[in-house]
């Protein structure tokens, strides 16, 4: 019944229970903040304007890369990383329909 007046799918439920989970950490906040105001950025970028180290800033990236929030791009020496559009409107989506009074 409940889901008559909120989520169908219960794969969207997955999915933003995975986001919400991820987004508790405030540094993976702050990435998605900073590649939501760039086209895409490569992890040294984000390790340099956050102040962590590189493998915090990789492990961040991936869990985003699990659940499809973010993808990444080889260049010849580095990865470039930006938001998935099509996954991050899902994202909005789904949470304007669970908090839209």
């Known amino acids: 019944m409940w889901n008559k007046?909120?989520?169908k799918d219960s794969e969207d439920i997955g999915f933003i229970s995975e986001a919400f989970n991820l987004l508790k950490e405030p540094n993976r906040?702050?990435?998605l903040c900073m590649l939501s105001k760039n086209k895409k950025l490569?992890?040294?970028e984000l390790v340099d304007a956050l102040d962590l180290k590189q493998n915090l800033v990789s492990h961040h990236l991936g869990m985003f890369k699990r659940i499809?929030?973010?993808e990444s791009e080889r260049d010849v020496t580095k990865v470039?990383?930006?938001?998935?559009?099509?996954?991050f409107k899902k994202l909005?989506?789904?949470v304007w329909n669970i908090f839209n009074l």
Not at 80 to 87: A, C, G, M, Q, V
């Open 29 to 31: 906040i702050k990435i």
């Open 42 to 44: 490569c992890v040294n």
């Open 5 to 7: 007046f909120c989520i």
């Open 80 to 87: 470039y990383y930006r938001i998935d559009k099509t996954n």
């Open 92 to 94: 909005k989506k789904i």
């Open 68 to 70: 499809w929030l973010v």
